[in-house]
C-alpha cells in the first residue's frame, strides 16, 4: 500500500487526502483563467443556502480544461485514484449529469450533508476529486470544507479551497461534509468560490449501502439560544431560516409531512427576551422537523433499494 492510500484510509472522521499542487502552477492557472463567466453556468440544484452555478462538461471550457479532463478520464488517473481509495475498476459518470465545474457565489453555505450514490445505473459513487480553481484565496472568505463525525457536529476537519489544491473524499454513508458560508469582499463577488467536482464510480456489490439521494440534515438549533437571551432581529431572521431550510427538504420529500409543520411562534421577534420554557419548544420544533427528514430518507432509501 503506498503513503498516499495509508494516509487516506488514516483520515479522520472518514478517509480523504489532501493533495497541494495536483496541477503544476502554470496548468492551475490556464485552467483557472478559462473558468466559465457566470452567464454560462446553469443554476445548480436545491440543497444549499445561497446560490450555486454548474457547467456539467469540463472539456467545454476551454484547451487547458480539455486536457485536465483527458487526464481524468485516462486510465493511468482512475488506476492511481482506485489504488488511493482501495477501489478498483473506478470510472467516470458516463452521462455527464453529475460534478462539473462549479461558483458558489456570496452568501452560498452548505448544510452536512452525504452525496448522492446512485446517478450511474449499476453503479454506487466511491468518491469525488475536489479541484479549488480560484487564483488566491484567504481565511476571512469562508468556503471551506467541512468534514462531519456527523451531521450535528462541528466540523472534525476543514479544508481552506486553496488555489490548484485538490481533495480525494470517500463517499459513504459516514461521510458527512459540509461548505461553511462564503463571505466574500464586493470587489471579488464577481467570481465566487471556484471548484471542479470529479465524482467517480464502481460497479454495484454484494454488501453496498442502499441506493440514496443527496441526504441533507441542516445545521442543529445553536447553542446560544438559551433563556434570558434577548433576540435580536437577526437572531429571529436566522432561526426563522434555519426551519425554512428544514421545511423546504421536507416538502420536496413529503409535501403532506411538511404541511403539518408547526411555524415558529410569533413572539420569537427581535427585541423578545427567551423564558426556559422558550429553549425548550424551539428544541421541539427542531428535533421534530428532523426527525422527519430521517424518516422521510430512510423511506425514500428502501424504495429505490427495491426498483
Partial sequence: ?????????????????????????????????????????????????GSRGVMRDLAAAGPASRALDRRLRSPGFLRWAGEVCGE??????????????????????????????????????RASLFLYLNRDWRDEWGGALCLHSAPGRPPAARVRPAPGRAVLLACREDA?????????????????????????????????????HSVWLPRPLPAGFAAGRRLAPGDASALRRLLARRDRLIAGLSPADAARREPLPGRFAGGYTLKAADRVELRRLFAGRDRALR?????????????
Fill in 1 to 49: 500500500m503506498s503513503a498516499l492510500a495509508r494516509a487516506f484510509r488514516a483520515a479522520r472522521p472518514f478517509p480523504h487526502l489532501v493533495l497541494d499542487g495536483f496541477l503544476d502552477p502554470g496548468q492551475a492557472a490556464a485552467v483557472a483563467a478559462e473558468f466559465p463567466a457566470a452567464a454560462r453556468l446553469e443554476r445548480a440544484g436545491d440543497g444549499y443556502l
Fill in 88 to 125: 478498483p475498476g473506478l470510472v467516470r459518470n458516463p452521462r455527464g449529469d453529475c460534478g462539473g465545474l462549479f461558483q458558489d457565489e456570496h452568501g452560498l453555505e452548505l448544510d452536512p450533508h452525504l452525496d448522492v450514490n446512485l446517478t450511474v445505473p449499476g453503479h454506487r459513487r
Fill in 176 to 212: 458527512w461534509h459540509s461548505v461553511s458560508p462564503v463571505t466574500l469582499p464586493p470587489r471579488r463577488r464577481a467570481a465566487g468560490r471556484r471548484v471542479l467536482i470529479v465524482n467517480l464510480y464502481s460497479p454495484t456489490r454484494a454488501g453496498d449501502a442502499p441506493a440514496h
Fill in 295 to 307: 424518516r422521510l430518507y430512510a423511506r425514500q432509501a428502501a424504495a429505490l433499494s427495491v426498483l
